[in-house]
């Protein structure tokens, strides 16, 4: 690296000794030309400080940021009126996580040249950082402004955009650039999102669809858009399109194919196909809790409540702290006419989400069930205590009420 830097330096000495020698020529000819001399020098020092500039971004990019620092800080010294030597250190403070430092080099580069686009992007991301959208925005707005054939800083505003909330904006802001970036798919994958967060799944699908099709190498736009097309229903296409994927062998353990793929299966009724996916997931090395409590769910909708408790309280050893792993066993034990444990399993629910209202009506249920009638109506109004307007609750009450009269 070292070698490299002496080769760039060697590169500039021819220019910079005729500037200087041009320089001394001009010194030597009289007091008349000082005025030339000096511009001459200027001239010298700018040269200079670029061919710093040039090694120090060189160093940047090879990780070494004190050799480009220290570079930097001498070219500055040299010429401080050059802006991408201002610029290049705050990328710096940025790699160091100095953000204030990178603030006041952003700003010390667009004093000397407030065209500088780069400036105002990295200023962006300090404000971005900062989660300062509004002057973020504005930063990465006045970038793309300056160097609108950039697509990072088209990308960038947009992302402050939704960031702000005004999701309408940067999708007027994305399509309009459409033709003029007619071959970068993250701008249609971006539009993709836009549309499945505003619940327009049929377009975002065409948008994922166009993105793929530039990017054929990108697996998570052919993800994005069989999620695209299961949101639109097509969950058909959906479930081929996510087979393709698993049956890649880079792919076939993705965890979140899978689960997309039993979510699929189950919204079409293909619910033991959806339950062999979600089996598969839960026995596989690295399952959590949330993978046994989608098991326990399918399994109690359909019918099997002997595995339902058993996956229940596969969630129960996994994480003790699950509230929904006792909901699920509890229902299962009452399924069993075993409601002395469900109550059990519904009052350690509650004790860990006291917020949620099921533990306490199932609990209620359970001991209605059991002959407890008064119990089951302590339950029933602590839960219209809370929620007093819940008919459901009030009905269970009185009925409750008329058994105990």
């Given at each position: ?297 399918l399994s109690w909708h359909m019918g ?56 306490l009506i199932l609990r209620g249920i ?40």
């Open positions: 690296m070292r070698a490299m830097d002496a080769r760039m330096m060697r590169m500039g000495l021819l220019g910079l000794l005729m500037v200087g020698m041009l320089a001394a020529g001009a010194c030597r000819s009289g007091g008349g030309n000082d005025e030339v001399a000096e511009r001459s020098n200027e001239r010298w020092l700018s040269m200079r400080s670029s061919l710093m500039l040039e090694m120090a971004h060189q160093q940047f990019e090879t990780g070494d940021l004190d050799r480009a620092e220290q570079t930097v800080r001498e070219a500055t010294q040299m010429d401080p009126t050059n802006a991408g030597l201002y610029a290049l250190g705050g990328r710096i403070m940025l790699e160091r996580d100095r953000l204030e430092r990178a603030y006041h080099m952003f700003q010390a580069a667009l004093s000397q040249d407030e065209e500088l686009a780069t400036a105002h992007y990295y200023l962006g991301v300090v404000m971005q950082r900062w989660q300062r959208f509004d002057a973020a925005h504005a930063a990465y707005a006045r970038a793309y402004a300056i160097e609108p054939d950039e697509s990072s800083y088209l990308m960038a505003t947009g992302e402050m955009l939704v960031e702000l909330g005004r999701n309408a904006e940067a999708i007027e802001l994305f399509e309009s650039n459409l033709r003029y970036f007619d071959q970068n798919a993250s701008l249609r994958a971006a539009l993709g999102h836009l549309y499945l967060v505003g619940d327009d799944p049929a377009r975002a699908v065409r948008y994922f669809r166009e993105a793929a099709v530039l990017d054929p190498t990108d697996d998570t736009l052919r993800y994005e858009m069989a999620l695209a097309r299961a949101a639109a229903g097509d969950h058909p296409q959906a479930i081929r399109d996510l087979r393709g994927l698993l049956d890649e062998d880079r792919l076939g353990e993705r965890r979140d194919l899978r689960r997309a793929l039993a979510r699929s299966y189950r919204a079409i009724g293909q619910l033991d196909e959806a339950r062999r996916e979600l089996t598969r997931l839960a026995r596989s090395e690295g399952a959590g809790a949330s993978d046994w409590q989608r098991l326990a769910e099997e409540v002997s595995d339902t408790l058993f996956a229940a309280r596969r969630v129960i050893e996994i994480d003790p702290r699950m509230a929904t792993g006792y909901l699920l066993a509890g229902i299962a034990l009452s399924e069993l006419d075993k409601l002395d444990e469900a109550v059990v399993m519904f009052d350690r629910a509650i004790a860990l989400d006291s917020e949620d209202a099921s533990g359970a001991l209605e069930r059991s002959g407890q009638a008064s119990a089951a109506a302590a339950s029933y109004q602590a839960v219209l205590e809370r929620y007093p307007e819940d008919r459901r609750v009030q009905r269970l009450l009185e009925r409750v009420g008329s058994e105990t009269n």
